[in-house]
């Protein structure tokens, strides 16, 4: 591999007797992951499904390898369904370690394209809320539709400035999680490109970036919560010395010892400023010593405090939905929990807003709550968001097919396919592969008409 000097001096002198081991690692190819869904299906039922052969990721309960030599999962349906996200297994770490529990509160504030924010909104089991961040609006789109594929509805998808969210967020969150904007050293087996761009851009501006973010989330973690900080970089400058900066910032804020799984190594208090022997607590992972690309983690606690202020709740005002939705949403079994006094409407759109909802308004907001359909016409067209929100049996006119049958690919590439061998009524029917919903298609005497969300449509 192609490195530039400055790049390999300094990593010579920041591994020393390891460094060899790094190079050559470096020289094999990168490993491969995919994440189970766990808002949608267990690991064990997923293991009993899974076409592809796949081995456990050591520091995730469920994370595995595949071998991108056997296997495209991006291109089968269960990926369609939902049912897990693709993903660089050392990524894996950070939503994992933090310690989000349901009711919790959570930002992710650097969050497209979903990664990580995707495993913690599965963590929240449909409790609590996650606002889901990224200063890039155009990444926060991907952001949207990766947790909307994973049928999440406790959220927010917002796209602003840290400074702004922290004048609306006065410890607001129980738990934070900062996957920093940094220079990708983790990446470079990923793609030259990775490479020129850290000789473009060093790794000073990133870190000048990354105070400026921790500068605001300190603000907004409430007394006793837990933030994660994570970077897919080597530098001290961007790891240890970034959270020596944060622990400047505020004295109730101590490092927790992250988890060190086989081939995890401790944060290095001498690639630090001040020598903190609590720096150990990080965890490193270099990719030749774990299978993976490497990463950096650090988990804070912000002590208890005697007043914490309360997120402002969002105020249902609540509708009375449109007759045509309603009659929409009466084909929704009550189990699927979306209860009529949370639904707004906003334009002919409707959404499920979820109980605890805090108040974003004034924010870059591509999305709050459920987007469970919209009012055309004197019509109701649910949303693709809806259909993969919904478990199978929760929608009263279904069809569910198998990943062999050819009308799966076909229904994803947006053709019209032939169901007379279900028994469904006429009207919209909830398109299924073995039990997992895929999207809508309206049904005249056994013709689906494809309503498979046109910008989610596989290529051929
Ligand atoms: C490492 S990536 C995040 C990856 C993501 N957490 C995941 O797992 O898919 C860093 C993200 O930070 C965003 N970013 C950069 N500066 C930011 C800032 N000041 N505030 C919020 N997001 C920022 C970038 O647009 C980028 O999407």
New binding site residues.
């Given amino acids: 591999m192609n490195l530039p000097e400055s790049f390999t001096n300094r990593i010579k002198t920041q591994l020393g007797d390891d460094y060899d081991a790094y190079m050559n690692c470096l020289d094999q190819g990168m490993h491969h992951g995919l994440r189970v869904n766990t808002n949608k299906i267990s690991v064990e039922d997923f293991l009993k499904i899974s076409p592809f052969e796949l081995k456990p990721v050591p520091w995730t309960t469920n994370g595995f390898y595949y071998d991108d030599k056997a296997c495209t999962p991006s291109k089968h349906p269960y990926y369609y369904a939902g049912l897990y996200y693709i993903q660089e297994p050392s ?1 894996m770490a950070p939503a994992s370690i933090l310690p989000v529990e349901d009711g919790d509160v959570v930002l ?10 995707t495993e913690l909104a599965a963590k929240l089991h449909g409790t609590g809320f996650l606002i889901s ?4 609006n155009s ?1 926060a789109k991907a952001l949207l539709k990766n947790l909307e594929l994973f049928g999440i509805g406790n959220m927010c998808v917002v796209s602003e ?2 400074n702004k969210l922290s004048t609306k967020f006065y410890q607001t969150f129980d738990k934070i999680l900062i ?4 220079s990708g050293e983790g990446m470079f087996r990923k793609s030259q490109s990775m490479v020129t761009a850290w000789e473009n851009n060093g790794v000073e501006l990133f870190a000048g ?1 990354q105070r ?2 921790l500068n605001e989330v300190v603000k907004m973690l409430k007394p006793g919560g837990t933030m994660l900080y994570s970077t ?1 970089t080597f530098s001290p400058e961007e790891n240890e010395q970034s959270i020596e900066y944060l622990l400047s910032l505020d004295d109730t804020l101590e490092l927790v010892e992250v988890p060190k799984y086989p081939g995890f190594c401790n944060g290095n208090p001498a690639w630090g400023k001040t020598e903190n022997a609590e720096l150990e607590k990080c965890a490193r992972l270099w990719p030749h010593h774990i299978e993976g690309e490497g990463h950096f983690v650090a988990l804070i606690h912000k002590k208890e405090a005697e007043q914490t202020q309360v997120f402002q709740s969002w105020i249902h005002r609540g509708c009375k939905p449109d007759k045509n939705a309603e009659e929409f949403l009466a084909h929704i079994s009550s189990d699927a929990g979306i209860r009529s006094a949370y639904i707004e409407e906003n334009k002919g759109r409707l959404y499920y807003m979820a109980e605890h909802m805090p108040d974003v308004s004034g924010l870059r907001m591509l999305r709050q709550g459920l987007f469970l359909g919209e009012i055309k016409k004197n019509r109701f067209e649910p949303s693709q968001s809806l259909a993969m929100y919904l478990k199978q049996g929760q929608f009263d006119n279904e069809v569910n097919l198998t990943s062999s049958d050819d009308r799966v690919l076909r229904y994803l590439k947006g053709e019209t396919i032939e169901a007379s061998d279900q028994k469904i009524k006429n009207g919209y029917v909830l398109v299924l592969v073995d039990g997992y919903p895929l999207g809508w298609a309206k049904n005249t005497n056994g013709t689906l008409k494809n309503k498979y969300l046109s910008g989610w449509r596989m290529m051929s």
């Fill in positions: 990524a992710d504030i650097c969050a497209a394209p979903g990664g990580k924010s961040n990224d200063i890039s990444r400035a840290p996957d920093a904007p940094c970036l400026g973010i897919c």
